[in-house]
């Protein structure tokens, strides 16, 4: 038997409620976001009000897509990554386990950014990242 999505409600740390829908994978996605039918998001992913998940983009296990970042067709996110609040990655990007992308970042087309790296606010990210633990930008 198909599960339905759930309706998930709880009050964020400014006292205001926020909405999300548990899909049937376990993922939770906020009813103002966009994902394409074709993408994959893994058990524990979050996808903010405002987000776009492009076409057979992979979200990993509890990565958060957050407000307004725009994620372009086949890019894949790892396990416990934070795409920041209007960051836009273009297709085909890769952005590895544990990284974090800061705010209003630009990942160009094809880019890969290795494990636990860390990107800026504001940073373009034009060729491969480093990492472990190193700043790619």
Request: aromatic fraction near 4%; charge should be neutral.
């Amino acid at each position: 038997m198909a599960r339905r999505k759930a309706r998930v409600e709880f009050e964020d740390d400014l006292g205001r409620s926020v909405v999300y829908h548990r899909q049937p994978d376990g993922s939770l996605v906020s009813p103002r976001a966009q994902v394409d039918e074709t993408a994959t998001l893994a058990t524990g992913a979050y996808v903010e009000e405002g987000a776009k998940v492009g076409a057979r983009a992979r979200v990993g296990v509890g990565s958060w897509v957050d407000v307004d970042a725009v994620l372009g067709h086949d890019v894949v996110i790892g396990r416990n990554v934070h795409v920041g609040p209007r960051t836009t990655l273009g297709p085909r990007t890769r952005i590895e386990d544990g990284s974090r992308l800061g705010a209003d970042v630009t990942v160009e087309p094809g880019v890969r950014i290795r494990p636990d790296s860390l990107v800026p606010d504001g940073a373009v990210v034009r060729r491969d990242g480093r990492g472990p633990w190193g700043i790619a930008a």
